[in-house]
T-cell receptor, first 115, second 109 residues
Framework: DVKVTQSSRYLVKRTGEKVFLECVQDMDHENMFWYRQDPGLGLRLIYFSYDVKMKEKGDIPEGYSVSREKKERFSLILESASTNQTSMYLC??????????????FGNGTRLTVT | LAKTTQPISMDSYEGQEVNITCSHNNIATNDYITWYQQFPSQGPRFIIQGYKTKVTNEVASLFIPADRKSSTLSLPRVSLSDTAVYYCLVGSGTYKYIFGTGTRLKVLA
């Protein structure tokens, strides 16, 4: 089974802090994704990466950046955390470069609270 | 990008068959239709995927009409543990998956 591991289940940070959310997958998948999930808004794509050092903006990239130095690891960075970034963050991966029939495998999420 | 529309919520009783319909009027020729299930405090989990007609696995069936503008996820004989949010996705043709707000299914005893 594919395993997508997010480093923290719960995080509490202060406004203005730099925050790193880490995600590791163990199946040599090409694609990795970061979503945030908020009540009533479903899952929204922040960034995705289809190869090492490659990244593409999703629908809500503002206030975030990402890093993919190794194939198995995809990091989401909040340069200066704000209270409106309090959310559940979900990392996912998929095996091929074609999205059409390549299901996503999700981690269990990191619930971030910014105070 | 193919947008999906699903009912916000549904209730059912244990042992019943549940059908959740998703509309995707702008589906592209190469797009697949994929359904996910999400329990509280967990990431979504892949259930089933199809391109046309009918697909069945050990968990669910997926019905897709000829025009592919909608699809129906069918869960046979649901139990309390099937209470979850169900998402319908249509492949965007690139690397992006667009999730809607999903259908919250509540199974009652």
């Amino acid at each position: 089974d594919v395993k997508v591991t997010q480093s923290s289940r719960y995080l509490v940070k202060r406004t203005g802090e730099k925050v790193f959310l880490e995600c590791v997958q163990d199946m040599d998948h090409e694609n990795m994704f970061w979503y945030r999930q908020d009540p009533g808004l479903g899952l929204r794509l922040i960034y995705f990466s289809y190869d090492v050092k490659m990244k593409e903006k999703g629908d809500i990239p503002e206030g975030y950046s990402v890093s993919r130095e190794k194939k198995e690891r995809f990091s989401l960075i909040l340069e200066s955390a704000s209270t409106n970034q309090t959310s559940m963050y979900l990392c996912a991966s998929s095996p091929t470069h074609r999205a059409n029939n390549s299901p996503l495998h999700f981690g269990n999420g990191t619930r971030l609270t910014v105070t | 990008l193919a947008k999906t529309t699903q009912p916000i919520s549904m209730d059912s009783y244990e042992g019943q068959e549940v059908n959740i319909t998703c509309s995707h009027n702008n589906i592209a020729t190469n797009d697949y239709i994929t359904w996910y299930q999400q329990f509280p405090s967990q990431g979504p989990r892949f259930i089933i995927q199809g391109y046309k007609t009918k697909v069945t696995n050990e968990v669910a069936s997926l019905f897709i009409p000829a025009d592919r503008k909608s699809s129906t996820l069918s869960l046979p004989r649901v139990s309390l543990s099937d209470t979850a949010v169900y998402y319908c996705l249509v492949g965007s043709g690139t690397y992006k998956y667009i999730f809607g707000t999903g259908t919250r299914l509540k199974v009652l005893a």
